[in-house]
């Protein structure tokens, strides 16, 4: 989704005649991640509509508090967005010290897309089945290591699930951004992670990676 700091949704018919220049939107995670090509594409489609150039900022760190900090301190005057996934919200619930408040410092603008998320492990591990994955983790003396985006990341959040729910002992390692978590997955220094379509589907055609489950 995008959103902005407050109130900025009701300066949004002014764009074209108040920002000849640019316009900026803010993706709190690494460049190449999902949300980040999600983003690069609606800027182009924006860009033409607006009549103004739109630039994708990428500002990345703690799970995608520093971007989403920076935009919430910035004038709510249309000029700059925010890209968010389902974590921006999840963080904020599930970490007390975030130093924005979701509801009162941001307006939601729209949703960008949906996808699903795809559970990546090695090739190497032969894994047939979510199954098998199960059973080789649980026999871990010292348990496993799954990878994420970050705390409070939607990956992180399916990948804590599979573990808490399959009784796995696991530990979790959070990344700077997806492509960071699936490079670690593919080489087998984490079990597996979850990454969207973008990150998970390219790789899997191309023979490098394999895809157990998919969310709905």
Do not use: C
């Amino acid at each position: 989704a995008l959103v902005a700091p407050a109130v900025a949704q009701a300066q949004a018919p002014d764009l074209a005649t108040k920002f000849p220049g640019q316009i900026r939107i803010v993706v709190p995670f690494t460049a190449g991640g999902g949300t980040d090509v999600i983003a690069r594409l609606v800027a182009r489609h924006l860009s033409d509509a607006w009549k103004v150039t739109v630039l994708v900022d990428n500002r990345v760190g703690a799970g995608g508090v520093i971007g989403s900090q920076y935009v919430a301190g910035q004038k709510p005057d249309g000029g700059i967005f925010l890209a968010v996934a389902s974590a921006f919200a999840v963080r904020s619930a599930i970490d007390r010290s975030v130093p924005y408040e979701v509801s009162r410092d941001f307006s939601g603008v729209g949703q960008m897309a949906r996808s699903p998320s795809f559970m990546v492990v090695s090739l190497s591990y032969g894994f047939n089945s979510l199954k098998e994955l199960i059973a080789y983790a649980r026999k871990q003396p010292a348990g496993i290591l799954y990878g994420s985006a970050g705390v409070g990341s939607t990956a992180h959040m399916h990948a804590a699930a599979v573990a808490h729910l399959a009784g796995i002992k696991a530990d979790h390692v959070a990344f700077r951004g997806t492509p960071e978590a699936v490079n670690d997955a593919l080489a087998g220094r984490v079990l597996y992670t979850f990454a969207p379509g973008p990150n998970a589907i390219p790789l899997a055609r191309a023979g490098k990676l394999q895809i157990l489950v998919t969310t709905s």
